[in-house]
Nanobody
Framework: QVQLVESGGGLVQAGGSLRLSCAAS????????MGWFRQAPGKEREFVAA????????YYADSVKGRFTISGDNAKNMVYLQMNSLKPEDTAVYYC?????????????????WGQGTQVTVSS
């Protein structure tokens, strides 16, 4: 099992930036894909971004493409989500997650380890 702890959430004005961090521990050798999801009140959890743990291919939801960047540091077992040009509709609890699979990276069921989430609130 992989343990994940997110940090970096907070309150920011529209147009601002935040950088979320996710620290991974445990069986990190089993990670193939890392991802970020978010869940707003009354809505289902939705895919935000994903990347190979070893680097390379990245995937983004259309709603965040060009504004958010996912990255990782294997040596430190860290995953990041840089969020720029934030909008009020980006307000949600953000979760990092890891998967041993290489396919279906936009689907929550593919991921077997999840963090506790960090709140991001964007004011207008």
């Amino acid at each position: 099992q992989v343990q994940l702890v997110e940090s970096g959430g907070g309150l920011v004005q529209a147009g601002g930036s935040l950088r979320l961090s996710c620290a991974a521990s445990g069986r990190t050798f089993s990670i193939y894909t890392m991802g970020w999801f978010r869940q707003a009140p009354g809505k289902e959890r939705e895919f935000v971004a994903a990347s190979r743990w070893s680097g390379g291919s990245t995937y983004y939801a259309d709603s965040v493409k060009g504004r958010f960047t996912i990255s990782g540091d294997n040596a430190k077992n860290m995953v990041y989500l840089q969020m720029n040009s934030l909008k009020p509709e980006d307000t949600a609890v953000y979760y990092c997650a890891t998967s041993p699979r290489r396919t279906g990276v936009t689907e929550p069921y593919v991921y077997d380890s999840w963090g506790q989430g960090t709140q991001v609130t964007v004011s207008s």
